[in-house]
């Protein structure tokens, strides 16, 4: 699962995780994604505010490419049992998830520093 966590810190695992597998966890989609999850670096942001919107960005971007891997495979490969449809339902809440709580976080931290910013 693509978390905001693991677009910002790629090489670190948040506390309470393990990283061994679980055999009663769904099945993951494979292939590679397009987009890498790769942090926002020093050099292609301004401020920490614009990294925290690029990682909201990149985490949405990659959320939707696992939406459109299932969508493909419900429609074009045949695979539109109830499962998987149901998987798809799923993934598409939690990109809704993602985008509100991206928009949520990106729109208060900026009305934090513009009232910062009017203070000074």
Do not use: C, H
């Amino acid at each position: 699962m693509t978390t905001i966590y693991s677009v910002m810190y790629p090489t670190q695992q948040p506390t309470g995780t393990s990283s061994g597998g679980n055999a009663a966890a769904p099945s993951k989609i494979t292939g590679p994604p397009s987009l890498p999850a790769v942090a926002p670096s020093a050099t292609d942001t301004k401020s920490w505010y614009e990294a925290m919107a690029k990682a909201w960005g990149q985490a949405l971007n990659q959320q939707a490419q696992v939406i459109t891997q299932l969508s493909d495979q419900v429609s074009n490969a045949g695979q539109d049992q109830p499962s998987q449809v149901t998987q798809l339902t799923a993934e598409s809440m939690r990109f809704s998830f993602l985008a509100t709580n991206a928009s949520t976080a990106t729109t208060s931290v900026g009305e934090a520093l513009q009232t910062l910013g009017r203070k000074q």
